[in-house]
T-cell receptor, first 114, second 114 residues
């Protein structure tokens, strides 16, 4: 149980385009989903927290207009990187929570912006 | 605010030897503590967690961790390391008062020598 998927696993896009990453909880309803960013050989940095049906809460320093998060249902959250640039290249990981204190992580999405 | 420190960036251990990874946290109340493992290019897998109760926690893959409130530590141990244990290990702290957010340590990369 508690499986979280991400799609795509890898994506390459051109600078200036937008890319959408999906995060799904496959066997449970996720009241809260989290989006993290991980640079090579570094730890995970929380970008934002989203609750189903409400606006995401972004961490300090994260541009909400660049990283659009939508949590339209209890099993799906999306992260859209708008007008991507090479510095947005990173590993993006989502997690989902059906309880107040435990998160289940997706396999991650490798974004490369050329 | 909560914080997590993993003092060791890299650890090299011989296969069959014991392993201990250090984790120190800073938080005013009783935190929720987690250890995750990440293989290259993959998401995070939960090894074990501490919420309350017995301070010695057993996890998957033969790992255990001990919560020591007096030392603000949650060190991870394994008696005999296998080559497949080579990975990145992250300690994380969460708290109800922090809205279920996790704060990660910087990670410890474990290399296993044959």
């Amino acid at each position: 149980g508690a499986v979280v998927s991400q799609h795509p696993s890898r994506v390459i896009c051109k600078s200036g385009t937008s890319v959408k990453i999906e995060c799904r909880s496959l066997d449970f309803q996720a009241t809260t989903m989290f989006w993290y960013r991980q640079f090579p050989k570094q730890s995970l940095m929380l970008m934002a927290t989203s609750n189903e049906g409400s606006k995401a809460t972004y961490e300090q320093g994260v541009e909400k207009d660049k990283f659009l998060i939508n949590h339209a249902s209890l099993t799906l959250s999306t992260l859209t990187v708008t007008s991507a640039h090479p510095e947005d290249s990173s590993f993006y990981i989502c997690s989902a929570s059906d309880r107040f204190y435990e998160q289940y992580f997706g396999p991650g999405t490798r974004l490369t912006v050329t | 605010a909560q914080s997590v420190t993993q003092p060791d960036i890299h650890i090299t251990v011989s296969e069959g030897a014991s392993l201990e990874l250090r984790c120190n946290y800073s938080y005013g109340a009783t935190p929720y503590l987690f250890w995750y493992v990440q293989s290259p290019g993959q998401g995070l897998q939960l090894l074990l967690k501490y919420f309350s109760g017995d301070t010695l926690v057993q996890g998957i893959k033969g790992f255990e961790a001990e919560f020591k409130r007096s030392q603000s530590s949650f060190n991870l141990r394994k008696p005999s390391v296998h080559w497949s244990d080579a990975a990145e290990y992250f300690c994380a702290v969460g708290a109800q008062a922090a809205g279920n957010k996790l704060t990660f340590g910087g990670g410890t990369r474990v290399l296993v020598k044959p």
